[in-house]
């Protein structure tokens, strides 16, 4: 390893997007390398609005690999850090920067330390999607910085390790999560189905309905409904497969009633799998059934779903109508049902007791 002077510092930035899952995944029939009981399809979200933006620096003066998330440090010593930690330095190549005089060979990696700082720019761990963003954007950053060659297909399955859902961030459009079948993971890949321009007509508003931390992880949350939820079995085997076909379909053909019924109905039934655990997970809260209340009825006097909306492990609301002038009128319906404080500024401001409302895309 030959650098200018023993006190340098060489650093990688990059962003990634959230996804939020319009089939949900729930369950994993594997751990340790985190493969799930179902495929699942996401959409994922503009990086203007909800992303997750990270920095890693490796120094020869670094006795150890650190990380800090949105400001506070955070223990690395979890397995899933370690796995993609482990797996990207497997994969380092030599790194040049000729302009500070360093050159850092393929195998100096091994004895080299990182930190790692990360922000959210939404709330982590309430139900958008933090640990997708997160795991995608670190194995991201850790592979520009390290010179990894391995295409975006290689760094899914490797982000993967880290949280399921972020398999899916490292592309655009919908997304679909194989689970595959290969007890080593080799087949279970997250693939494109249509990249952001297919359906650009598409908008996504968050309601943040609280951007506290959730207290059941959805890890941990998951780990329950396997070992204890009928429902979640028949969801798994039967239910599951017959609506991924019919959401690839209603996406293909950008059948907007199609889609929101089935965004809505997976939603739902991912909830009751929740409530069908022992000890049952409340993810969603009052005014979370409240907005669903508010889009229903809506539906039902239009004779039509004019708006999908999903919720995540989480209270807060995603969301999605089929055009701008549709956006509009849902922003006037949750902003008549959900007043937001005097003087409040649109962009900040929270549905019910404590919420923000978002445009995001
Ligand atoms: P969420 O619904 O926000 O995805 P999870 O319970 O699935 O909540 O995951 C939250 C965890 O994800 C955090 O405790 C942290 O370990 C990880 N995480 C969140 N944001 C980041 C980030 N930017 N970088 C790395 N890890 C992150
Ligand atoms: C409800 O990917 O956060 O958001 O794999 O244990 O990290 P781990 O779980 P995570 O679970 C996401 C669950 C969900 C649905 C989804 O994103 O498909
Ligand atoms: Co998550």
Not at 102 to 122: G, M, P
Not at 200 to 209: G, P, R, T
Not at 283 to 307: C, K, L
Request: glycine share 6%; with cysteine.
């Amino acid at each position: 390893m030959a650098g200018a002077q023993g006190g340098w510092v060489l650093t990688a930035t990059a962003r990634s997007p959230t996804n939020i899952a319009v089939i949900k995944y729930w369950g994993k029939r594997d751990e340790t390398l985190i493969l799930p009981v179902n495929d699942s399809i996401s959409v994922t979200l503009d990086p203007d609005h909800l992303s997750a933006t990270t920095t890693v620096a490796v120094s020869p003066s670094f006795d150890r690999d650190r990380m800090w998330l949105n400001g506070t440090e955070i223990s690395l010593s979890g397995g899933r850090f370690q796995n993609c930690l482990r797996e990207i330095r497997q994969r380092a190549r030599d790194v040049e920067n000729k302009e500070k005089g360093i050159h850092i060979r393929k195998e100096d990696w091994e004895k080299l330390h990182v930190h790692i700082a990360s922000y959210n720019n939404f709330p982590t761990a309430a139900g958008l999607a933090s640990s997708a963003a997160g795991f995608a954007c670190l194995v991201f950053t850790l592979a520009k910085l390290m010179n990894v060659s391995e295409d975006g297909a290689a760094l899914s399955s490797i982000a993967r390790q880290g949280s399921g859902s972020a398999c899916r961030s490292l592309y655009g459009g919908f997304v679909k999560w194989v689970k595959g079948e290969a007890a080593n993971g080799s087949d279970s890949i997250a693939v494109q189905l249509v990249d952001e321009s297919y359906w650009n007509d598409l908008v996504v508003i968050i309601a943040v309905v609280s951007s506290r931390q959730k207290e059941t992880s959805s890890t941990s949350g998951m780990r329950d409904s396997v070992v204890t939820s009928t429902l979640l079995q028949h969801r798994a085997e039967v239910i599951v497969p017959s609506r991924i076909l019919q959401m690839e379909e209603a996406i293909k053909n950008r059948n907007f009633g199609s889609f929101a019924r089935l965004t809505c109905a997976d939603s739902n039934q991912f909830h009751a799998v929740c409530l069908d655990t022992t000890p049952p997970i409340f993810y969603m809260n009052d005014t979370s059934h409240r907005v669903i209340n508010t889009v229903e009825r809506w539906s039902q006097f239009e004779g039509a779903p004019q708006v999908a909306y999903t919720f995540d492990a989480g209270p807060n609301a995603v969301l999605i109508a089929p055009s701008r002038e549709v956006a509009s009128l849902l922003l006037q319906r949750l902003l008549f049902f959900f007043p937001p404080p005097p003087d409040t500024k649109l962009e900040g401001y929270m549905v019910g007791d404590t919420s923000i409302l978002q445009e995001a895309g």
